[in-house]
DNA sequence: GAACTCATAAACAATA
DNA sequence: GTATTGTTTATGAGTT
């Protein structure tokens, strides 16, 4: 209630609803980021419920979550995905660099516009599998496991009708991208073999999960279908456990705003040092050292919401920005390496 | 309109 | 014998 408003700084600039769903389809279906943001988060001294708004965690990949080369079997490479179903949207970004006001809040927005169903997630088959066998620690899994993963991640499946899973095999059958493992008859449980993603087809993979993630960030029509929401019965709790934004009765009495980039406030990025992002949180971020920012979106009612930790708080335009920067990074291998495959 | 991708369904064989 | 897994073919929708 009260820290929300006292979240949003008096400057913060006033957007339209219709922009919104530009501004803010960065991820129209996530996977469930369950556990990723500690319950403590919404009681951040700096954000205290501006989060609910406008806010992100910046959080670092590369760390212990996804542990270097050196230190782990080849089994743990640096194009670790194991963020994929844990965290959310992550988005491969720069340290977020500024801080900017926070949008404010506009007309309130009925409940009944909340998705009655799961979603189907705007991934092909054939991301889904790779992003099942990428979170795997061996970097391989049987197709039981990967139907698992699916539902697991993205509720739509478990009430999907059973032929998704012969969707499922055909993909790994028929795509080149996959390749099937016979299993060690000593280790072997169960029937069937291991699949694993063929490793030169790992770049292209990527970049069709990067650009279904980029595309449908304008796709206005998945705005309103977060896997966020899904797994959830009434709609209405937002992120559940992750989100501690539990005070709905303050939600619907303090709607939420659009979110609307501030164009004018745009700062640029390349002045601000990771650590900085990290903050002063004694707490160590045990991602803080990749270059990566893990990115929360929110789903209240028609209206999706960035998550930042502390005192961290920027605009989606700002968001993008980094994200264009962070593909060209990623261009030059320089993040995470992520379309390198296995070295 | 053609080519292509993707999803879906179905049939069938192999296997645990 | 049953369920699961894997392969193949076919079809339709959507996109380029």
């Known amino acids: 209630m009260e820290k929300d408003t006292q979240a949003l ?13 530009e501004a803010l389809s960065l991820s129209p279906s996530l996977p469930q ?28 990949y590369g760390g212990s979550h996804c542990p270097s080369p050196s230190s782990v079997s080849d089994q743990d490479d640096l ?16 340290p977020l660099p500024r801080i900017t006001t926070l949008p404010q809040m506009l007309e ?32 391989r899994l049987p197709v039981k496991s990967i139907y698992e993963w699916i539902v697991d ?6 009430e999907a009708p059973g032929g998704w899973r012969n969707s499922v095999r055909h993909n790994l059958s028929l795509s080149k991208s996959f390749q099937r493992i016979h ?15 063929c490793p030169e087809y790992r770049p292209a993979l990527l970049e069709v999960l990067k650009k279904t993630h980029y595309c449908h960030r304008t796709n206005s029509n998945l705005l309103n279908k977060p896997v ?8 209405q709790n937002i992120l559940g456990e992750t989100m501690e934004i539990s005070d709905l009765d303050s939600l619907s009495s303090n709607p939420p705003c659009s979110l609307i980039p501030d164009h004018e406030e745009l700062v640029p990025m390349e002045s601000v040092e990771l650590t900085e992002v990290a903050g002063e949180d004694s707490e160590k971020d045990p991602l803080a050292d990749s270059g990566y920012i893990e990115l929360h979106y929110y789903q209240y009612q028609q209206y999706q919401y960035l998550v930042l930790p ?18 060209a990074q990623e261009a030059a291998g320089s993040l995470l390496d992520l379309a390198g495959g296995n070295h």
């Not at 194009?79 to 720069?94: A, E, F, I, K, V």
């Not at 993008?320 to 962070?326: K, T």
Request: proline content about 15%; aromatic content about 8%; charged content about 15%.
């Open 9 to 21: 700084p008096p400057h913060s600039p006033l957007h339209s609803p219709q922009n919104n769903s």
């Open 153 to 158: 991640n993205f509720p739509y499946y478990r």
């Open 79 to 94: 194009t670790c995905l194991s963020w994929l179903h844990q965290r959310g949207d992550l988005l491969p970004l720069q």
């Open 310 to 327: 502390g005192d961290a708080e920027l605009d989606l335009e700002t968001v993008e920005i980094l994200q264009l920067d962070a593909e």
């Open 183 to 197: 299993r060690d008859k000593s280790q072997s449980v169960g029937k069937g073999s291991l699949w694993r993603v």
């Open 108 to 139: 309130p927005v009925p409940a009944q516009q909340l998705p009655p169903t799961p979603a189907k997630p705007p991934y092909s088959f054939s991301s889904l599998i790779f992003m099942a066998i990428e979170d795997s620690p061996e970097k």
């Open 33 to 60: 980021p369950a556990a990723v943001l500690p319950a403590s988060l919404p009681s951040s001294p700096t954000t205290p419920a501006s989060y609910l708004h406008f806010s992100s965690t910046p959080r670092v």
């Open 228 to 235: 966020l929401l899904e797994a959830t019965d009434n709609g």
